[in-house]
């Protein structure tokens, strides 16, 4: 089952905006304005992330069922991008599932 990720959720991809493509980890920092998913806001599509190669992400895909603010919830699995290359989220809240 898909869980709903949140601000402060990580995900893991590569980097191809270097010389030398980067290995990284993102940190969600923005999510929906008026709902929550345990405390933080939860991550939407277009919630925007901080990488450790130094660029910014943002999240691409999401629920096609469950919307908050009109936009898909970001969920475990769910994928996103550097501009150039892709991130997978792995971590999530453990009790919010979001489907489709």
């Known amino acids: 089952m898909p869980f709903q990720c949140k601000v402060g959720d990580i995900g893991m991809g590569v980097c191809f905006n270097h010389p030398v493509p980067i290995p990284y980890v993102t940190t969600l920092i923005t999510g929906a304005n008026t709902t ?10 277009t919630s925007l992330g901080s990488a450790t190669c130094g660029c910014t992400t943002t ?13 898909g919830c970001h969920r475990l699995g769910d994928t996103g991008t550097t501009g150039s290359g892709t991130y997978t989220m792995m971590t999530a ?6 489907g489709g």
């Not at 999240?59 to 936009?71: C, P, R």
């Not at 809240?93 to 979001?98: A, L, R």
């Open 93 to 98: 809240s453990g009790n919010i599932d979001i």
């Open 36 to 45: 929550q998913a345990n405390g933080p806001a939860g991550a939407i599509v």
């Open 59 to 71: 999240a691409q895909t999401g629920s096609t069922t469950v919307m908050k603010e009109g936009l």
